[in-house]
């Protein structure tokens, strides 16, 4: 598994639902820490005036980066959390099925 598969591919839970890929989930943090370490020379260390203008310039910024993650996940297959959550929705599809035929 390549490094741009295994950031960028979505992830399923153990309910086989789509969660977000790591890269979408790193960059809430990422983007937090570089918008508010920019918005701190811009604001001379007022608190709430650097509060405000970190969230208002990372809105946006975390709307089109979340976008722009999104597409690029579509070229990936989902891959599962972890192997427990992949044994996991696997034994419940043959619960289902089993139930379902009985």
């Keep these: 598994m390549g490094l741009l598969s295994s950031a960028f591919a979505p992830r399923k ?3 086989g639902m789509s969660t977000p890929s790591y890269a979408a989930r790193w960059f809430l943090p990422v ?6 370490a920019w918005a701190w020379g811009l604001t001379d260390g007022n608190l709430v005036m650097w509060s405000a203008l970190t969230v208002m310039v990372a809105t ?3 709307s ?6 999104g597409l690029m996940s579509t070229q990936f297959e989902p891959l599962y959390i972890l192997d427990k959550a992949e044994k996991a929705h696997k034994a419940r599809i043959e619960q289902r099925k089993t139930s379902e035929s009985a």
Excluded: R
């Excluded at 983007?31 to 508010?36: N, R």
């Design 60 to 62: 946006p910024a975390l």
């Design 13 to 15: 839970d153990h309910k």
């Design 31 to 36: 983007c937090m820490a570089v918008v508010g």
């Design 64 to 69: 089109l980066g979340w976008y722009l993650i």
